[in-house]
């Protein structure tokens, strides 16, 4: 049993047992067994406080009476405290923060690594996800059929927006008083002049094809059923003579082939689907056949001196004839690249 006195200056005695919630803690309030927090002080009705200390509030400057275990408040409200963490004061801001929480992230990588890094959702983790997502999509969302609350409002219908436009308008000139807010006047010029800087860099093989790269990785691409299939049918028949390039290892005069020889041989291989090769072609133009789409995917790879070999889905259905076509296109002797 400990015997403390109260800590806002009545002079009360507190007794404190082991089984209390507070014991060994030095500082209490009114003898219950409460820890200091101004939201139960002003709870508790029937006592008699005698000190009262002003305190100034950091935004406002407002003057208020506090109790002496109160002197730590430094704001008169809530909105005071929300008002004073904006702008300049809010400590995210600062570049000394920000700083600390770059250190502090890389030596957390570096000790453990990314979370996610070369990991995967387990399949039970996946079916919780799913579960979770159907719940706030469609109907079921708590916000379905529900607009915004400023929906069909206008500066002369409500106040509030009109506050809101008046803000924005008196930020912007601020900013742009300050140098930090540019305004492109001439927004099409300028358009015009990205476009030629970008088609004179386009001209050069080694950027255009490293930018293909980028978008492929960026779009993490994957071979579809077809291209699997055929996939399996290469390496199984012939291994080590064909690699599968979908998510371009290899990018010539800014084309992706579906499949380049690893021997080192100029050889590329084309799977075509009726629909996206043909059949969408021919909406525009009717009398356009297979030949001539193939025609024009060689122009690009014969400039390189690479020689093409076109595998369309509906010769998939014969697996034999397949083979001896590969076989045939295997045998031929075109230039090497080293």
Not at 57 to 71: G, I
Request: proline share 3%; charged share 40%.
């Amino acid at each position: 049993m400990v015997k403390n006195k109260c800590s806002c200056g009545c002079g009360k005695d507190i007794v404190v047992k082991k089984h209390h919630r507070w014991y060994g803690i030095s500082r209490y309030i009114c003898g219950h067994n409460i820890n200091i927090n101004p939201i139960h002080i002003f709870k508790r009705k029937n006592h008699n406080y005698k000190e009262r200390i002003k305190v100034k509030c950091l935004f406002c400057s407002k003057e208020k009476e506090v109790l002496p275990c109160e002197t730590k408040r430094k704001f008169c409200s809530i909105q005071c405290v929300g008002k004073y963490h904006t702008g300049d004061n809010n400590s995210a801001k600062r570049p000394e923060v920000r700083e600390k929480l770059r250190r502090f992230a890389k030596k957390r990588i570096e000790k453990y690594g990314s979370p996610m890094l070369g990991r995967k959702h387990t399949e039970a983790a996946k079916k919780k996800i799913g579960e979770k997502t159907k719940l706030r999509v469609g109907d079921k969302s708590p916000n379905y059929g529900k607009h915004t609350w400023n929906y069909g409002l206008t500066k002369e219908n409500d106040k509030r927006i009109k506050r809101i436009s008046e803000k924005i308008s008196e930020t912007r000139k601020r900013l742009f008083k300050e140098g930090k807010l540019k305004v492109h006047k001439d927004i099409k010029k300028n358009l015009r002049k990205m476009h030629k800087t970008m088609r004179l860099r386009w001209q050069d093989k080694e950027f255009r094809n490293a930018q293909i790269k980028k978008w492929i990785r960026g779009n993490r691409q994957k071979p579809n059923k077809k291209e699997q299939f055929l996939d399996n049918l290469i390496q199984s028949n012939f291994p080590k003579q064909f690699r599968l390039n979908v998510k371009g290892y290899k990018v010539i005069n800014g084309k992706i082939p579906d499949w380049i020889d690893y021997n080192g041989q100029k050889k590329v291989i084309l799977h075509n689907g009726l629909y996206w090769h043909l059949y969408k072609l021919q909406k525009k133009n009717p009398g356009l056949t297979k030949e001539q789409v193939e025609e024009k995917e060689k122009e690009f790879y014969e400039k390189e001196e690479f020689k093409v070999l076109h595998i369309w889905e509906d010769e998939l259905d014969n697996v034999d004839r397949l083979k001896r076509k590969i076989k045939k296109f295997i045998n031929l002797r075109p230039k090497r690249i080293y």
